[in-house]
């Protein structure tokens, strides 16, 4: 503690597309620094177009200069981290080697090592004929691909030789909070657990039995603890934050975007980052049924002490704006054209379709299938010479977005459900005016909106709360 008693924590989200970082007072409750950093991480899959891979070497160059870029004064004052991030992938390493602390400046810094890509929850390897051959999970949720277990079965049917290179893994956000604390074995929250399939919220357990009797190796699987418990304390001085320090057991990033954003029990929370999620708060003593429906949109999420949380989950958010934007790129390279920015890109599509308020033009923006429909993909329908410009088509796609999330989850349920009003949450969202101006026409209740670092900000709250 600073002599001026102040206390700060820091709130980490190493999401899809950026890492997000905030600094929250301990006693004032404030936000007195955040930053954020694109991670442009993607790389090619051995699995061609279908795997999603990230290069956790970039994804971390990123965090670090994220974190450093917070005020040098403030990181002294940091007494806890608060850590979450993009569920369902995995990330292998060496146990004791998966990083090498580096001096960056006058600052110490870790390194990856050694480490596979991390596969994210985009990755499309585990086809639904793969997914069938796998054993049933005792688990309320349906295995899905990108999903950890799925896709370290993948490996083991595919590619053992790659499996044998490492005896460690977990999400993106376990491995941080592994090598921060220098954990011989990493530790996951019930979150990340229940994101990797295989997994048995009322009993907090792998499946163990199943997963050892289809070969699996089970010595990959992390412990399990509960969401909000300390993992460890920082074995070194990192960017500026003293050694000593704790760190969170990593957390989930929607449930943290929740986290900070709800604050009545009658809210609904609507984030749009790189995916998409819908969801409101479940009643006390809900538990869901060990036998889940695959083709039911809307799954049962862990949030904090025994809570679940009714999420439409959708796979299709910011990243079909993202494809529309890479779409127009690669469309004016084939033209010979200056290729623009991809943030003045933004701009101007967003400006066109704000300046068309209504289109009949009609996209269904299911470019990457959903986890209940994986076959359905995206189409464009009720295209009238008339409506072809970049403003009809930029309206007609923020609208399917929304759409398809309220098709996966109605208004009329969340109005069963108790919920009174909205939170928006997540950079899509709070960049885009047509995408809010969407969200407020397709559901009648009122909107606000929380900050674009709202899970980082509800990773910090988490630790402060633990107090
Ligand atoms: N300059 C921009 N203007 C508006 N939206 C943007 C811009 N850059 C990125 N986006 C949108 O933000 C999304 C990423 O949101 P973000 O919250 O950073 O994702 P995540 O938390 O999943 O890493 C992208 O998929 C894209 O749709
Ligand atoms: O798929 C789910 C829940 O199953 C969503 O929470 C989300 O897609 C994943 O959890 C990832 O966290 C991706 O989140 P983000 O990187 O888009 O913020």
């Known amino acids: 503690m600073e002599a001026d008693g102040s206390r700060l924590v820091l709130g980490i989200d190493v999401g899809t597309s950026s890492v997000k970082a905030v600094l929250l007072d301990v006693r004032s409750g404030d936000v007195v620094g955040s930053q954020s950093r694109d991670t442009r991480a993607a790389v090619q899959s051995e699995c061609g177009p279908q795997g999603k891979e990230q290069d956790v070497i970039q994804i971390m160059r990123a965090l670090n200069d994220c974190v450093t870029s917070l005020p040098r004064e403030s990181l002294k004052k940091v007494t806890r981290i608060g850590v979450s991030g993009q569920m369902h992938g995995v990330i292998f390493w060496k146990k004791n080697q998966g ?6 400046g006058n600052l110490r810094v870790f390194e990856p090592r050694d480490t596979s890509y991390l596969i994210t929850w985009e990755d499309g390897r585990c086809n639904t004929d793969f997914l069938a051959s796998l054993p049933q999970p005792q688990s309320h949720l349906s295995l899905a691909t990108g999903f950890g277990c799925a896709t370290i079965f993948w490996y083991l049917r595919n590619r053992p030789d790659f499996l044998d290179s490492y005896d460690a893994a977990g999400t993106i956000q376990d491995y941080v909070v592994a090598m921060l604390c220098g954990l011989q074995r990493p530790q996951m929250s019930v979150h990340n657990a229940t994101s990797w399939g295989y997994f048995s919220t009322r009993s907090k357990t792998w499946n163990i039995d199943i997963l050892r009797g289809s070969g699996f190796p089970v010595h990959l699987l992390p412990a399990v603890v509960n969401a909000g418990c300390v993992a460890g304390k920082t074995s070194y001085e990192w960017c500026g934050i003293c050694q000593g320090t704790e760190v969170g057991i990593a957390l989930g990033d929607f449930q943290c975007s929740v986290y900070s954003s709800a604050t009545e029990s009658t809210d609904a929370v609507l984030n749009i980052s790189t995916s998409a999620q819908l969801t409101f708060s479940m009643p006390d003593g809900f538990q869901p049924e060990e036998s889940p429906n695959p083709g039911e949109p809307v799954a049962y999420f862990p949030y904090f002490n025994d809570h679940y949380l009714a999420v439409a989950a959708s796979l299709n958010g910011g990243n079909v704006l993202a494809s529309f934007i890479t779409l127009l ?3 004016i390279a084939e033209l010979g054209l200056a290729i623009p920015s991809s943030a003045s890109l933004y701009t101007r599509v967003i400006a066109a379709g704000l300046s068309q308020h209504e289109t009949h033009l009609t996209i269904d923006p299911t470019l990457f299938g959903e986890r ?17 410009s970049l403003g009809h ?5 923020c609208h399917g977005i929304v759409q398809n999330l309220h098709s996966m989850l109605p208004s009329s349920r969340l109005q069963e459900s108790g919920v009174r009003r909205i939170i928006g949450s997540g950079s899509a969202l709070s960049r885009n005016d047509v995408l809010r101006q969407e969200v407020e026409k397709i559901f009648p209740f009122p909107v606000l909106y929380g900050k674009d670092t709202d899970s980082a900000l509800g990773a910090a709250m988490v630790m402060v709360k633990q107090w």
């Open 99 to 104: 990083c090498h602390w580096i001096n960056s």
């Open 329 to 331: 790129s690669d469309w």
């Open 393 to 397: 088509a930029t309206r007609a796609l």
């Open 372 to 388: 209940h429909t994986p076959d359905r993909l995206a189409s464009v329908s009720n295209i009238t010479a008339a409506e072809l």
